[in-house]
């Protein structure tokens, strides 16, 4: 009530719920004294500083209403209490982060006027004493209603005259009074004669972004919301996300190799010690530990991935593997020797380039990622031979025999006498 008073030239001020105006303009005196219920108030008033009163249901509102309508087409309004500069909204958005070590910078940013319409509506629904209220509903400029929250966190319902020129074409202003009174009618129940103003409520939206700086590390994140909300502390700006961790965080940190990330996604890594993102951690199966990929191997044996420190070695095969592959301190390979014929193309590959290996005539095999293991049997004696998958080079010659599980090193003179 009071702004649209101001816009339209006059000075006012409210008092037990009733509106005193004051310095009526003489332009306007003249309109609304045509109003056949005020004529006796204003002619009584006479003078030009007199005060006339004003409730929310008396003709003169809408008077002065269709006077505002006649030069502006809609209300311009502002909220009464709004962060008006930059400096205003800064602080509350470098409040919002923790930067471990460094420093958080405006990378820029600006302070822009948007428009939420307000359209005022006598609201008839609740009209049982006679008395009809206004009502305000608040949509965006598309037409979509505005959360009730949302509008007691703008501020819109103490709003004030702009009081700075925001220029708006003709044909914008009947859009948006068309959008507002579409928004009405979707409501039901109100007359399309009801509907009394649009208004369009300037708010401050801020935008820009949020630079941090941590050694030579830097990194931004884009802001982007009502200004009042950063202020009020009811909305952050956006927490830091990376895939080690997703949900964001407003804690910042560096990474050994200087990369600024969420603090919660960083991990130590336990055999060089580098603070690193966690998701380039692995950790290993026999020991729990996390650390860099470097520090790992596949177990020839099972596939699995350890440290190369947790590996141990296989009594039979003398291979590395990882711990949980070995029982009694065989690897799964030797563990698993399954019979096979001469015929077979691991065993013809092998006799091709040991032929001396052709005189026993039973042959037990397994395979690990490296290697193949190989019992060799005939009625007393037993040889293990374990050779590189590759270029069958020779990693193990021993002998036993089926007395004994036991197996002994081949001499060089052995080597010569078995294999070539
Ligand atoms: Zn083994």
Redesign the pocket.
């Known amino acids: 009530m009071l702004w649209i008073l101001a816009a339209l030239g006059c000075e006012c001020r409210c008092e037990g719920g009733k509106v005193f105006v004051a310095n009526l303009p003489e332009s306007l005196r003249r309109k609304i004294a045509d109003d056949d219920l005020l004529r006796q108030n204003f002619s009584a008033a006479g003078t030009s500083d007199a005060e006339y009163v004003v409730t929310v249901d008396s003709p003169t509102l809408r008077s002065l209403v269709n006077e505002l309508k006649a030069t502006q087409i809609i209300g311009r309004a502002a909220p009464a209490r709004q962060p008006e500069s930059v400096r205003d909204v800064s602080q509350r958005l470098f409040d919002a982060y923790t930067v471990d070590g460094g420093s958080v910078h405006l990378g820029g940013c600006t302070l822009e006027d948007r428009p939420i319409l307000r359209v005022t509506y006598f609201d008839r629904s609740v009209a049982s004493d006679k008395k009809t209220r206004l009502r305000h509903h608040f949509i965006t400029l598309a037409g979509e209603p505005i959360d009730r929250s949302l509008v007691e966190r703008l501020g819109l319902k103490q709003l004030v005259p702009l009081n700075r020129s925001i220029r708006v074409a003709d044909e914008q202003c009947h859009r948006w009074q068309h959008a507002g009174e579409m928004a009405i009618k979707r409501l039901g129940q109100v007359n399309a004669s009801d509907i009394l103003l649009t208004t369009a409520v300037w708010c401050k939206y801020a935008e820009g972004k949020l630079s941090f700086v941590i050694g030579d590390a830097t990194t931004s994140i884009a802001f982007s919301n009502w200004a009042q909300l950063f202020v009020d502390g009811s909305a952050k700006p956006p927490a830091l996300a990376c895939p080690s961790f997703p949900r964001g965080s407003h804690r910042l940190a560096a990474t050994d190799d200087g990369e600024i990330v969420p603090f919660e996604a960083i991990a130590t890594c336990c055999e060089s010690g580098k603070r690193v993102l966690s998701g380039d951690l692995e950790t290993c199966r026999a020991t729990s530990a996390n650390a860099l990929p470097e520090f790992f191997v596949s177990c020839p044996?099972s596939g699995v991935r350890v440290l190369r420190k947790a590996l141990v070695a296989?009594d039979?095969?003398?291979?590395m593997?990882s711990p949980m592959s070995c029982e009694a301190t065989?690897?799964s390979?030797?563990r698993s020797l399954l019979k096979v014929s001469k015929d077979d193309p691991r065993m013809a590959r092998l006799l091709g380039e040991y032929p001396k290996l052709d005189r026993w005539p039973w042959w037990k095999l397994a395979e690990?990622a490296t290697a193949y293991?190989l019992v060799a049997n005939s009625l007393v004696k037993r040889l293990l031979i374990v050779v590189d998958k590759n270029d069958l080079e020779v990693l193990r010659l021993a002998k036993g025999s089926h007395f004994s599980k036991k197996w002994t090193e081949a001499s060089e003179v052995d080597r010569a006498a078995d294999l070539r």
Do not use: H, L, S
């Open positions: 044996a296989c039979t095969c003398q291979q593997v065989q690897c390979a030797c690990t293991v």
